[in-house]
Structure formats: C-alpha cells, structure tokens
C-alpha cells in the first residue's frame, strides 16, 4: 500500500487532542475552539452561534464535535447556522477532527467547532 504525506498548504489540521486541549501545529490550544482554513479562535460552545455564523463567507460546512461522546445541538445553534447558509454536521469531537482533518486536506472549505474530550 502506498502513502502519501497530505498537504494542508496554509491550513492547520489537528495534531491530537487530550482532555481539555487541542494540538494544532505544536501549539497547545486549551478549551473549546474553532478551526479553519485560515485560523482558528475559541469558541464559547452550544451557545455561540454568533461564532460560527461568522464564518458564513470563509466555508461551507461546520462539523460540531460534542466531546467524547455524539450529542444533539440546541435547536437554535442549528437554526443560526443553517440560516446563514452553513451545512452543519453534528458528531463526536474525535470524528470531527479526523473529518476535518480530511476535508481541509483536500481543500475543502470547512470548519471544526470543537468542544474538548473530557
């Protein structure tokens, strides 16, 4: 099988994650956080939905990471979104960081609003 090195170009994709923090590019990022092609910035949670509405002309899609385990997002972060015309994916913050991971490696124009594993 032959493997190839993925290229993020200007992106930063998650190194690895613990319990209360991120990696992303060597750096040690603690708490709830957004990331993206061209940044990052903390993120308040669930009910935040100014944040992510934010990045309406940056991406297409958000993929929501709920911590260690999948849970359903408040109605209203769902309506913000979706109503500033985001896609958003709900899942695991471990899902989400490998799915954001792939897709900005591709160049994909996606976000990762991720709460912290316990």
């Given at each position: 099988m ?8 200007d992106?930063?994709p ?11 590019g ?8 957004i ?6 910035a903390?993120w308040g ?6 944040a992510l509405?934010?990045l ?8 929501v990471?709920?911590g260690?385990e999948?849970?359903?997002?408040p ?20 899902a ?11 160049g994909?124009?996606v ?5 912290p594993?316990?």
């Amino acid at each position: 099988m032959n493997l190839s090195e993925i290229e993020f170009d200007d992106a930063q994709p998650f190194d690895g994650y613990g319990p209360g923090f991120f990696r992303i590019g060597g750096t040690v990022v603690e708490g709830p956080l957004i990331l993206h092609p061209t940044g990052r910035a903390p993120w308040g949670g669930f009910g935040d939905a100014a944040a992510l509405t934010a990045l309406a002309d940056r991406v297409d899609v958000v993929f929501v990471g709920t911590g260690a385990e999948i849970a359903h997002v408040p109605a209203d972060l769902r309506a913000a979104v979706e109503g500033a015309g985001l896609g958003l994916e709900v899942m695991n913050t471990p899902a989400a960081c490998r799915t954001y991971n792939v897709l900005v490696g591709e160049g994909r124009r996606v976000a990762a609003a991720v709460l912290p594993v316990a």
